[in-house]
């Protein structure tokens, strides 16, 4: 096994972990996740062609180039797909474009640029006083399979875990409430053999402490995202945290409140991205209601020890986009708002500012670059401008971040929440009804009397009444933010309003179903997680 010896660079860079990122800073980011093949090219191009399986040119220096795109939507962090060498070839399930299929921690993927590039890369999101999360794959190295069990490995391939020693005994995982199983066995052997690492081993533990040490310092890694979580074992996940010594969100995919939360009441993981939400969220938007979401909102707030530390989303590379189970644009800005304004570290994945549709992997990762970055689609000015209400918000008062939503009314057809403080709270509303919904009206406390409020998404004013209630006029399934007018100085946001009045809607309608489609989408997105 390699002996790892920081250079002098890494020594050096050491010295200056106290001053990376901290849990509490890492709660007030918002974070755009990048798979760097398919953000951005270096050569500029916005035409050339992608087949999805197969690598499609995105670097590192592309992104470089169009840090403005994502800081414009008001992003302070990027999340960036694994950075080592992976194994080369095309498999019958593609190539490794995502970068999931490790082979050799302790060396660059020259595929997406030089180690000069991804420190540049570091150095230029700094300069702009923005953080970079990493993301790491801690559980398995992969090699080309043929799919033939048991998997034949050349474990001498691999670097620096190159004997068989250092992996479990082939079993295919097959039951997921059975952590003997699902820690011990290896992943999906369709195509490529996912080698599943003894991580409770101590060579092979002290090894990934060191390396991941070495890593974050090397790059100026402010964060990680720790690639499949849930399948190592429990003792290998918090002294690996301390050693990256950086805010870490460790993927444990789960929907159940136990199995989630206690990751943070062990102390194994500081935050997890919120799968928890993840798929009450989208059953309220594929003809479900809101009443399960808010449910497990509740059960996650008593349940885990700090809801603020997880990372809230509704699309990432391993899942069917959303639109893939309902194409209608205004049910993805009810989810991206409040995917954008909840409790936790909202998460959006490339691609979703610009409505893509991509169903199972790899129809998910489409190259951004052919939508031509435009600023002005409707997801990406919705995405800047709730992005600015939060961090107003957070600007004006320090409790914002770690203040519970309240919820302020829930049903079948609605969620509204109201976050933050009096004096700086945003109460946002979101619904089902979709653009054919039929135009209302209903009341909404949330407010002190006779406040003056504003209704960013549509620029529209309103005036609460002598109980602090103001009325909200829905049509055409529109989620709306409001604010106190008082506070919307110096934002950019709603130079000119005008009062808010009913709505006047051609179709009226309550559209939900796709519940079979949506099953379908996400089943066949879970078929391919693990592929990468």
Same mark, same amino acid.
């Given at each position: ?39 951005? %090219? ?14 499609? =040119? ?35 399930? =593609? ?7 490790? /082979? ?6 020259? %595929? ?70 699902? /820690? ?159 409790? =936790? ?24 670059? /052919? ?105 055409? =399934? ?55």
């Amino acid at each position: 096994m390699r002996s790892s010896v920081l250079n002098i660079a890494a020594a050096l860079a050491l010295a200056g972990l106290s001053s990376a990122a901290n849990i509490t800073e890492w709660k007030s980011q918002a974070i755009y996740q990048v798979l760097i093949d398919r953000f951005a %090219r270096t050569d500029g191009s916005t035409t050339a062609p992608c087949e999805l399986s197969k690598f499609c =040119g995105g670097t590192w220096a592309g992104l470089i180039k169009h840090l403005d795109y994502i800081q414009d939507m008001g992003f302070t962090a990027i999340q960036i797909s694994p950075v080592v060498e992976n194994m080369e070839g095309e498999t019958s399930v =593609g190539e490794p474009y995502h970068g999931y299929w490790t /082979q050799n921690m302790y060396a660059i993927n020259k %595929r997406f640029g030089t180690e000069k590039d991804l420190k540049e890369l570091s150095d230029e999101l700094h300069k702009r006083g923005m953080l970079l999360m990493v993301d790491v794959v801690v559980n398995h190295m992969a090699q080309k399979f043929d799919n033939v069990i048991p998997p034949k490995v050349d474990y001498t391939k691999f670097k620096p875990f190159n004997k068989p020693e250092y992996y479990h005994k082939y079993c295919n995982v097959t039951e997921w409430r059975v952590p003997e199983n699902y /820690q011990e066995c290896w992943l999906y052997p369709f195509g490529i053999a996912l080698a599943d690492l003894k991580t409770e081993d101590t060579a092979v533990s002290k090894e990934m402490n060191e390396w991941v040490k070495e890593l974050v310092a090397n790059y100026s890694i402010d964060g990680l995202r720790i690639d499949a979580a849930k399948h190592v074992n429990d003792e290998f996940l918090a002294p690996f945290v301390e050693a990256a010594g950086v805010f870490s969100l460790g993927e444990v995919l789960t929907g159940e409140i136990p199995d989630m939360c206690r990751y943070q009441t062990k102390n194994l993981l500081p935050g997890m991205p919120n799968y928890l939400e993840y798929f009450k969220l989208n059953e309220a938007f594929n003809g479900g209601g809101f009443e399960k979401l808010a449910d497990i909102r509740n059960g996650a707030a008593s349940g885990c020890t700090d809801v603020f530390a997880l990372g809230a989303f509704s699309e990432n590379h391993d899942l069917p986009r959303f639109p893939s189970m309902n194409n209608d644009v205004m049910l993805a800005k009810n989810m991206m708002t409040y995917v954008l304004l909840t409790d =936790g570290i909202p998460t959006i994945y490339q691609g979703q500012e610009q409505h893509f549709n991509g169903s199972e992997t790899p129809h998910n990762r489409e190259p951004v670059w /052919q939508a031509g970055y435009d600023k002005t689609a409707p997801l990406y000015v919705l995405t800047a401008n709730a992005l600015k209400v939060r961090k107003n918000a957070q600007k004006l008062s320090a409790e914002y971040t770690e203040s519970p939503a309240e919820t302020l009314k829930v049903d079948g057809n609605h969620l509204c929440l109201k976050k933050g403080p009096s004096g700086s709270a945003v109460v946002f509303c979101v619904t089902n009804k979709s653009s054919s919904g039929d135009a209302y009206a209903y009341d909404l406390r949330g407010f002190e009397p006779n406040d003056e409020v504003v209704e960013v998404l549509g620029c529209k004013t309103v005036t609460a009444d002598a109980t602090g209630s103001i009325q909200v006029y829905n049509g055409g =399934g529109e989620p709306k933010v409001y604010v106190l007018a008082s506070n919307l100085k110096d934002t950019g946001l709603c130079p000119k309003t005008e009062p808010d009045a009913p709505k006047e809607v051609k179709n009226s309608g309550n559209v939900l179903g796709m519940t079979s489609k949506m099953a379908l989408a996400v089943a066949a997105g879970w078929l391919a997680v693990f592929l990468a």
